[in-house]
């Protein structure tokens, strides 16, 4: 069952640094994911994970405080944004759109309200 979650973490953490290149890939959620996985695996990839500099704030934040730091919540918003347009750009059905649009207000809401980090 380790080597389970130690595969789910590693595809999560790399979905994760993929995310900090790609916009509409959402980073800290994977990382979150990561951390979970390496926690019921690898103490010691968990350690390193959540004592890193740059990784490991956002997770901490999150598992101590529910918070999510301000500027990734911009970054949230904007890749909502985009990701809405492209589909209204590529003429999807106005049903689909509707959908998709109550499901990013959704996740809006929920963003906007945690604590800021």
Known sequence: M??????IG?????????????????TV????LAAF???RS???????LIGHPRLGPPITDWQERGAIGPRAK??????IG?????????????????????????VTIFIWTRPSA
Request: proline residues 6%; aromatic residues 10%.
């Open 10 to 26: 590693m595809l999560s953490l790399i979905l994760g640094l993929a995310g900090i290149l790609l916009p509409l890939l959402p």
């Open 42 to 48: 690898s103490q010691r990839v968990h350690a390193w």
């Open 29 to 32: 959620p994977f990382l979150l």
């Open 82 to 106: 985009l990701a809405f347009a492209l589909s209204v750009a590529m003429g999807v059905r106005p049903q689909i759109l509707g959908i998709q649009a109550a499901v990013l207000v959704a």
């Open 2 to 7: 380790r080597a389970f979650w130690f595969i």
């Open 74 to 79: 911009r970054l949230a918003s904007l890749s």
């Open 37 to 39: 996985c390496f926690a």
